[in-house]
């Protein structure tokens, strides 16, 4: 075994001094997906001394509005954030408090979500944001053909660098990343205002950018 093993130690020596020059090269692609879905969060704010009194009221109001969200077909509910606030007054003594609850719907019926978000306006509750997004199967197709396509760039690159030195190539490492690009809100908009309560939200797909890049190491020979 000893005999067997220090003469390919020792070709793995030569090899290695004898490897040609490296070249780092790195591409980037980025494609559209259309934003199929839509995330919305609205919320309930309550403010006043007796934090009994609005625990009461804010909880009343979102169980009102997961039940009619529940009942909507085709759009996902579920319960947000739960915040209570103490507020001082300019002595910083406790004058009263807030308390604020929300819930986020999630679906591809952008319709249907529109309608909703009117109707949850009317029992008091307001919009925090609004963000459209691909979906998961979305953004993993594009993600997918975003890869393919910046494998042949880094292909392409690497053949153009080794043509122009008049020598082949091999990929010596190779590392491929993607982008997680967070939704970006395209609404926020305060309590109490500009939509009734039936009124559905305009919203507009659009899309958005996704994004594969490739870096590495190749080896020029001649």
């Given at each position: 075994?000893?005999?067997?093993?220090?003469?390919?130690?020792?070709?793995l020596?030569a090899?290695?001094?004898?490897?040609?020059?490296?070249?780092?090269?790195?591409?980037e692609?980025?494609?559209?997906?259309?934003?199929?879905?839509?995330?919305?969060?609205?919320?309930?704010?309550?403010?006043?001394a007796?934090?009994?009194?609005?625990?009461?009221?804010?909880?009343?109001?979102?169980?009102?509005a997961?039940?009619?969200?529940?009942?909507?077909?085709?759009v996902?509910?579920?319960?947000?954030?739960?915040?209570?606030y103490?507020?001082?007054?300019?002595?910083?003594?406790?004058?009263?408090?807030?308390?604020?609850?929300?819930?986020?719907?999630?679906?591809r019926?952008?319709?249907?979500?529109?309608s909703?978000?009117?109707?949850?306006?009317?029992?008091?509750l307001?919009?925090?944001?609004?963000?459209?997004?691909?979906?998961?199967?979305?953004?993993?197709?594009?993600?997918?053909?975003?890869?393919?396509?910046?494998?042949?760039a880094f292909?392409?690159?690497?053949?153009?660098?080794?043509?122009?030195?008049?020598k082949?190539w091999?990929?010596?490492?190779?590392?491929?990343?993607?982008?997680?690009?967070?939704?970006?809100?395209?609404?926020?908009?305060?309590?109490?205002?500009?939509?009734?309560?039936?009124?559905?939200?305009p919203?507009?797909?659009?899309e958005?950018?996704?994004t594969?890049?490739?870096?590495?190491?190749?080896?020029?020979?001649?």
């Open positions: 075994m000893k005999r067997f093993l220090l003469p390919c130690l020792l070709a020596g090899c290695s001094v004898n490897a040609g020059p490296l070249v780092d090269l790195s591409v692609v980025s494609l559209p997906a259309t934003n199929d879905m839509v995330r919305a969060s609205l919320y309930s704010e309550v403010s006043g007796n934090p009994a009194l609005l625990a009461k009221r804010i909880n009343n109001d979102i169980s009102e997961l039940k009619l969200a529940r009942g909507t077909e085709g996902k509910v579920q319960s947000g954030a739960q915040n209570t103490p507020v001082y007054n300019q002595a910083q003594k406790l004058e009263s408090w807030r308390m604020r609850s929300e819930i986020v719907l999630e679906s019926d952008q319709a249907a979500v529109a909703l978000i009117g109707q949850l306006q009317g029992m008091r307001a919009v925090g944001s609004v963000s459209l997004l691909p979906s998961p199967e979305k953004r993993k197709q594009v993600s997918d053909q975003a890869i393919l396509e910046a494998v042949r292909q392409q690159r690497a053949a153009l660098v080794a043509g122009e030195l008049g082949t091999k990929i010596r490492q190779i590392n491929v990343n993607q982008a997680n690009h967070q939704p970006q809100p395209m609404l926020m908009q305060a309590r109490g205002a500009m939509y009734d309560a039936a009124a559905p939200l919203l507009e797909s659009g958005s950018q996704v594969a890049s490739i870096n590495g190491q190749v080896e020029l020979a001649d």
